[in-house]
């Protein structure tokens, strides 16, 4: 069976939903923008590196680019004045 990376889902099954990010050359998959949050706090977890070392990539959706993600697993998207927009916020999920 031809699974999704980081997942245990058949690679076909969340191919229209899936929300990816790459991570030291490993690509992860999640059905969600809250399911990728949450596999990326867990990966920092697990790393134990801190905000100056640990790897802040971007979060790609069935469209496209979304916007990336900071430290504590919110996930960020570019405004048009340059700024950042919040655009999924995990303390919501707690």
């Known amino acids: 069976m031809d699974l999704?990376?980081?997942?245990?889902?058949?690679?076909?099954?969340?191919s229209k939903m899936a929300f990816t990010f790459k991570l030291r050359g490993k690509t992860?998959?999640?059905?969600?923008?809250a399911e990728a949050s949450a596999l990326y706090g867990r990966l920092r977890d697990?790393?134990?590196?801190?905000?100056?070392?640990?790897?802040k990539p971007a979060l790609?959706?069935?469209?496209?680019p979304l916007?990336?993600?900071?430290?504590n697993g919110r996930v960020?998207?570019?405004?048009?004045?340059?700024?950042q927009v919040l655009?999924?916020?995990n303390r919501l999920e707690a």
């Open 4 to 14: 999704a990376p980081g997942t245990h889902r058949p690679r076909r099954e969340i």
């Open 46 to 55: 697990e790393s134990g590196e801190g905000n100056s070392t640990f790897p």
């Open 28 to 33: 992860f998959t999640s059905t969600s923008i």
């Open 67 to 71: 916007g990336k993600f900071s430290y």
């Open 87 to 89: 655009i999924y916020d």
């Open 76 to 83: 960020w998207a570019d405004a048009r004045d340059g700024g």
């Open 60 to 64: 790609r959706g069935p469209q496209g």
